[in-house]
């Protein structure tokens, strides 16, 4: 049973990083299950201090990937129709690849102001707002996965 719980424990690791970058995917809450099957395995050596603190990280980085977004397209002067525009890039680009992934909400937001009749400059800085919540939110994420799959490789040498 141990050696179940390590290769299920590798895979929410891997697929924990990739839902970083994957949108479609809750990164953070399937890296944290790697400490969880860790844990099953009686092969952790986390301590339940950082077990905790890491349960409140992935709390943390799961309501600022949701949060985030809304906020900086909105900070940015952004209405509903960016929001959805760049909600909308976003499922877009993960058809088109890595950079539709990435460039898909800014355009999305540029796009949606456009339409609802937002001034260019507006709605260019209302986009770069919403791609800048991308680029914070992904790191985030990223930042996180590496550190639970570090824990994860940690505890077998």
Avoid: H
């Avoid at 990739?18 to 809450?29: K, N, S, T």
């Avoid at 790697?34 to 092969?43: E, G, N």
């Avoid at 914070?136 to 490789?153: D, E, P, Q, S, V």
């Amino acid at each position: 049973m141990e050696t179940l719980y390590l290769v299920l424990g590798g895979i929410f690791a891997v697929v924990g990083l990739l839902g970083a970058v994957l949108p479609v995917l809750p990164g953070p809450p399937l890296a944290y299950a790697t400490l969880w099957m860790m844990w099953l395995a009686d092969r952790s050596s986390v301590s339940t201090p950082t077990f905790i603190v890491m349960g409140i990280l992935m709390v943390i980085v799961t309501a600022l990937d949701y949060i985030a977004p809304i906020w900086m397209t909105r900070r940015g002067g952004g209405s509903k129709s960016g929001e959805r525009g760049a909600t909308i890039g976003l499922v877009v680009g993960l058809f088109i690849g890595p950079l539709g992934i990435i460039f898909g909400p800014f355009v999305g937001a540029l796009v949606g102001e456009l339409i609802a009749g937002t001034p260019t400059n507006q709605a260019l800085k209302v986009a770069l707002m919403s791609f800048i919540a991308f680029l914070l939110t992904t790191g985030f994420k990223l930042i996180y996965g590496i550190a639970i799959i570090w824990m994860f490789i940690a505890n077998f040498f």
